[in-house]
């Protein structure tokens, strides 16, 4: 969840303000335009996006989409939360409908049947990474930063991370999802969340290669081929490679509480300093929202994607009354004190039997 294109386009449809659309050389052009809030997504966005997509899907002029956020900030950085709180203090229905619409595009996108590319320069956050992670091309710059940052303000990795995160090797993803740390390009790469890494100069020329592609019997590999004279697949000494064995130990441990302990006890002098920040971290995390998430990522493993969305929405409709995500919001965004009252307070206060609660009606679809 949380918080330009210009060329003569041989067709133009440009929504008012917040999403620009426009097609180039059979390519669909989606453009997030809200800079200056970090192109954080609005139901109205959601929305825009949806209708947009579905008409390129049915448009055979239209060969691929490309999608990007406006300035060199962020690509995405995440759901706008703040209307979403205020849809919920104020008895509204909005905060309800856009997970449900939300989660409905980026499935969306997971089964586009025309070739999508990310272009993920800048803040990928939450809501963002839910827009990209079902794109056939995910492109990364220098700039860009992807984070799952959710259980800092008292929520979970939702939008797909239950399959996305669960499905990084080893325990990288649980990793990311419960502290909901930031990677760089490096990482992204190394855990299969991006495919390409670009320099951000060269945005300009991807553009215009783009503009000029001549086209073939498959979309995908002629976008593959100019993303491969301007673009790596791999990126050296990514950091999160040097950790992946104590990653690997400590987060496939069987609770918020026994991880955390553990990391304070590290004295091996190679790991010690990453354990420590790392507990202090958790620490100030929401222990509810990091035991559910720790949850939800094992449960995720064995669910198909479909599913991975309805078990996130199967915990949305609790979490508005039921978890942290209120008074995170409340804390960090609202009255911006930085000292929010979790509930539990402390990870060694978390109660199994309320953790497994949130999950006990969740019914499996059967195939």
């Known amino acids: 969840m949380t918080a330009q294109v210009s060329s003569e386009a041989s067709h133009s449809d440009i929504f008012q303000d917040e999403v620009q659309a426009e097609v180039r050389n059979h390519i669909g052009h989606l453009t997030l335009n809200r800079p200056a809030g970090l192109n954080a997504i609005t139901l109205d966005m959601v929305r825009r996006l949806t209708a947009q997509l579905q008409d390129w899907a049915d448009d055979p002029q239209v060969y691929a989409v490309v999608l990007r956020g406006a300035g060199e900030k962020a690509f995405c950085a995440g759901g706008d939360i703040r209307s979403l709180y205020d849809s919920f203090k104020n008895g509204d229905t909005l905060h309800e409908d856009f997970f449900v619409e939300e989660y409905a595009l980026d499935l969306i996108i997971h089964h586009y049947r025309k070739p999508v590319l990310a272009l993920m320069d800048g803040f990928v956050l939450g809501g963002g990474m839910g827009l990209v992670q079902g794109a056939d091309l995910r492109v990364v710059t220098e ?141 100030t995390r929401s222990p509810l929202a990091m035991a559910v998430t720790l949850q939800m990522l094992r449960q995720g493993r064995h669910l198909p994607l479909e599913q991975c969305f309805a078990l996130e929405l199967h915990l949305d409709r609790q979490w508005f009354v039921r978890g942290d995500l209120i008074e995170g919001v409340r804390a960090l965004i609202i009255d911006k004190d930085k000292t929010p009252h979790w509930n539990p307070p402390t990870v060694q206060e978390l109660d199994a039997t309320s953790i497994e609660s949130f999950f006990r009606d969740f019914v499996q679809i059967e195939k």
């Open 143 to 283: 700039r860009s930063r992807l984070a799952m940052p959710e259980v800092a303000i008292g929520y979970f990795p939702d939008v797909g991370g239950s399959y996305f995160l669960s499905r990084i090797p080893g325990e990288l993803g649980t990793y990311l999802g419960v502290t909901g740390v930031q990677i760089r390009a490096a990482d992204a790469l190394y855990c299969g969340l991006a495919d390409w890494c670009i320099d951000s100069v060269r945005l300009t020329e991807l553009d215009h290669k783009l503009d000029r592609l001549h086209w073939h019997d498959s979309p995908l590999k002629d976008l593959q081929g100019v993303l491969a004279k301007l673009a790596v697949q791999q990126l050296p000494d990514a950091p999160l490679a040097a950790l992946r064995p104590v990653i690997d130990h400590f987060f496939a441990l069987p609770d918020i509480p026994s991880i955390v302990e553990q990391l304070q006890a590290v004295t091996v002098a190679d790991t010690h300093e990453w354990a420590l920040a790392t507990a202090h971290l958790m620490q």
